[in-house]
């Protein structure tokens, strides 16, 4: 069974900041990662994903995730937040077996405080 | 043209009114999906398209009717809803069918739909 864990409901940091909003999953195959971000009254923009390949993943508006195989873990970053990145975050799973279907978690709430 | 559109932005409708929902995309993608969000919770999956034919019913009631009439059109006709069903209406699209487990949703800026 697939399964996405995001243990926090609400992240805060000052603007400036690094920032980490974390995500961990459960799949029977190999995993397909991704993050999505939502803001207010608006439908999931795409950040990134990981398939394959390099631990390290970038994406758009300067974010990235590291995949991490032993901890189960695709926790995505930001070297300095803007308080325009605060928004509701999903991270999403998918295996390479069974249902296609795209799992979410059940999302963070990321504040930037300027 | 890289965006998913959705008609209309809101929806007020009633419990015996029949009302359809518009999702369309031209960036040539073969899978659409239908999402339902209650707030501040993840999308739920309703119903997926790939290559114009029903794939995933995720156990949707009837008075949810999905129809694919091509390539670029998705609709959702909506038909003796319930309050509980009020929520925002998410479409989405990705590049290839049923076996493009890699590849992302674009989603659409959705249908708030409220029923009184």
Known sequence: AQSVAQPEDQVNVAEGNPL??????SVSGNPYLFWYVQYPNRGLQFLLKYITGDNLVKGSYGFEAEFNKSQTSFHLKKPSALVSDSALYFCAVRDNTGANNLFFGTGTRLTVIP | DTEVTQTPKHLVMGMTNKKSLKCEQHMGHRAMYWYKQKAKKPPELMFVYSYEKLSINESV??????????SSLLNLHLHALQPEDSALYLCASSLKGAGGRGDEQFFGPGTRLTVL
Do not use: M
Request: aromatic share 12%; hydrophobic share 10%; glycine share 0%.
């Open chain 1, 20 to 25: 980490t909003v974390k995500c961990t999953y």
């Open chain 2, 61 to 70: 009631p009837s008075r949810f009717s999905p129809e694919c009439p091509n």
